[in-house]
């Protein structure tokens, strides 16, 4: 199976600064690379995805870099703000389709100082 | 437009009760996954459904957890009878996106069990 580790665990920036989170996999077969976020009290949300054959991709202030090769994958936040603060994961997946299963990592916990 | 109402939202009981959790996702859907998460362990997948079916239950613990998806608008997680480990936060959520790679997360249900 799957083996989806990220790094760092936890991680704390300043206000305004960048974050960079790093998600690396087993399964050379992945193809979709997704980000979510989970706020205190609520279910992960997707907030950015990315294809293989496609390197890097940006909505407004967060960006996801991957690196099929080295098989890893990054999230970019920045500009950081207080409402930034929340755990992260990635979650690899081959393949189109539901029958396909997201593979999570094991979170980063980001806190943004104001 | 995807969108899943857990209840109840926070489940305490004593050890060996029965516990039900239940999910309706909002638009009725054929596929469905149930999450459990905790603390030491992170995001677990316990079984995901397809059609109304069953297709990997590989992620239930033991035999004290059954699930049942009878239609596209309905599901249950049961735990009989219910251990102290039992306890986290579970999960369900349904494939959403042009290519069903999204999984749609409820707000979970936290269940304690003393």
């Known amino acids: 199976g799957e083996n989806v580790e990220q790094h760092p665990s936890t991680l704390s920036v300043q206000e305004g600064d960048s974050a960079v989170i790093k998600c690396t996999y087993s399964?050379?077969?992945?193809?979709?690379f997704p980000w979510y976020k989970q706020e205190l009290g609520k279910g992960p949300q997707l907030i950015i995805d990315?294809?293989?054959?496609?390197g890097e991709k940006k909505d407004q202030r967060i960006a996801v870099t991957l690196n099929k090769t080295a098989k890893h994958f990054s999230l970019h936040i920045t500009e950081t703000q207080p409402e930034d603060s929340a755990v992260y994961f990635c979650?690899?997946?081959?393949?189109?389709?539901?029958?396909?299963?997201?593979?999570f990592g094991g979170g980063t916990r980001l806190m943004v100082k104001p | 437009d995807a969108g899943v109402i857990q209840s109840p939202r926070h489940e305490v009981t004593e050890m060996g009760q029965e516990v039900t959790l239940r999910c309706k996702p909002i638009?009725?859907?054929?596929?469905l996954f149930w999450y459990r998460q905790t603390m030491m362990r992170g995001l677990e997948l316990l079984i995901y459904?397809?059609?109304?079916?069953?297709?990997?239950d590989s992620g239930m613990p033991e035999d004290r957890f059954s699930a049942k998806m009878p239609n596209a608008s309905f599901s249950t997680l049961k735990i009989q009878p219910s251990e102290p480990r039992d306890s986290a936060v579970y999960f369900c959520?349904?494939?959403?996106?042009?290519?069903?790679?999204?999984?749609?997360f409820g707000p979970g249900t936290r269940l304690t069990v003393l």
């Open positions: 990315i294809r293989s054959n496609v």
């Open positions: 459904f397809n059609n109304n079916v069953p297709i990997d």
């Open positions: 979650a690899p997946k081959r393949g189109p389709g539901a029958g396909n299963m997201l593979t």
């Open positions: 638009s009725g859907h054929n596929s």
């Open positions: 399964d050379s077969a992945s193809n979709y």
């Open positions: 959520a349904v494939p959403s996106g042009s290519s069903y790679n999204e999984q749609f």
